[in-house]
């Protein structure tokens, strides 16, 4: 079982960046999907996630209207797109996943740095 993360970078505020999250060894349709953040020396923080049937999304109010979190099932792959990038949004972002029945993310992936900076 194992979750990919890439698409981080370095971007000037008010740019663009799209993550994505490739998941394997899992019944990707099964699992609710997140998109967590951490910059240095503060907590992992949700910004998003997306329920396991797609029908539901829910972000932080700090990134509400600017980020989207999609999901390709063909792809097992989740996304997030982010726009109006701002300096808070500045951090690793990490992917992670709850399977339907349960109340936590188990499945984590590695990361992803995403800085923004002119």
């Known amino acids: 079982v194992q979750l990919q993360a890439s698409g981080g970078g370095v971007v000037q505020p008010g740019g663009s960046l799209r993550l994505s999250c490739a998941a394997s060894g899992l019944t990707f349709s099964r699992y609710s999907m997140g998109w967590f953040r951490q910059a240095p020396g503060k907590e992992r923080d949700v910004v998003a996630s997306?329920?396991?049937?797609?029908?539901?999304?829910w972000y932080a109010d700090s990134v509400k209207g600017r980020f989207t979190i999609s999901e390709d099932n063909a792809k097992n792959t989740v996304y997030l797109q982010m726009n109006s990038l701002k300096p808070e949004d500045a951090a690793v972002y990490y992917c992670?996943?709850?399977?339907?029945?349960?109340?936590?993310?188990?499945?984590w992936g590695q990361g992803t740095q995403v800085t923004v900076s002119s």
């Open positions: 992670a996943a709850r399977w339907y029945g349960g109340s936590k993310y188990t499945i």
């Open positions: 997306i329920d396991w049937n797609g029908g539901s999304t």
